[in-house]
C-alpha cells in the first residue's frame, strides 16, 4: 500500500478512535481513566483524545511499516499539530461565532480537516530518512503530551480552554 493511501486510511483511523476514547472517562469513571481520557467537554481535556488516537495509530502503523520509518516521531508531531490546529479553530468558533458547543457537524467538521492537515504533516515527515533517535524522540514527546495532560486535568488553567461550558467547571466532574 502506498503511504499516500495509508495517509487516507490513518484520518478514518484516527478519527474513530477518537470517537472511542472520547466516551471511556464516561463508561469507566476512575483516576485511571480521568489521566488518559477527558474527564469533561473543555476543548482542552480533549488533546488526550487527539493524543490517545495519534499514539495508537501510531503503534498500529509502526507494526505495518516495521523500522522502515520514523512512524512514532511523525505521529507524535502530527498530534501536536492537531493540538494546536483544534486549539486555534474550536476556540474562536465556538466562543466568539457559534457562542455555543452543541452543533456536532461544526465540531466533527473542524477535527477532520485538523487531522487531515496534521496527517499531511505526518505524510511529509515519513517520506524522510529513518532515524532511531528520532523514533526516541517521539516517544519522549507522546509522554510529554500525556504528562502536561494529566496535569491540566487535575490543575487545570483558569483559561475558555479548559472550561467546560456544558457542565460549567473546570477539571473533574
Request: glycine fraction near 4%; proline fraction near 3%; include cysteine.
Amino acid at each position: 500500500m502506498t503511504l499516500k493511501k495509508w495517509k487516507v486510511i490513518s484520518v478514518v483511523g484516527i478519527f474513530l478512535f477518537s470517537a472511542l476514547l472520547h466516551f471511556i472517562y464516561d463508561w469507566f469513571p476512575n483516576f485511571f481513566t480521568s489521566l488518559f481520557f477527558p474527564v469533561n467537554e473543555s476543548i482542552g481535556e480533549h488533546n488526550k483524545i487527539i493524543v490517545g488516537s495519534f499514539l495508537f495509530w501510531a503503534i498500529i502503523e509502526k507494526i505495518y511499516y516495521k523500522k522502515k520509518k520514523n512512524v512514532i516521531f511523525a505521529e507524535s508531531i502530527s498530534s501536536l499539530v492537531c493540538m494546536i490546529l483544534v486549539m486555534l479553530i474550536f476556540t474562536p468558533v465556538y466562543l466568539y461565532i457559534l457562542k455555543t458547543n452543541d452543533n456536532m457537524i461544526v465540531t466533527f467538521g473542524i477535527f477532520i480537516l485538523a487531522i487531515i492537515i496534521s496527517q499531511i504533516v505526518s505524510y511529509k515527515l515519513l517520506q524522510k530518512e529513518y532515524y532511531s533517535k528520532l523514533e526516541e524522540l517521539g516517544i519522549i514527546l507522546f509522554v510529554i503530551f500525556f504528562l502536561i495532560n494529566i496535569i491540566f486535568t487535575y490543575y487545570p488553567p483558569k483559561v475558555a480552554l479548559f472550561y467546560d461550558y456544558t457542565n460549567k467547571i473546570y477539571g473533574l466532574k
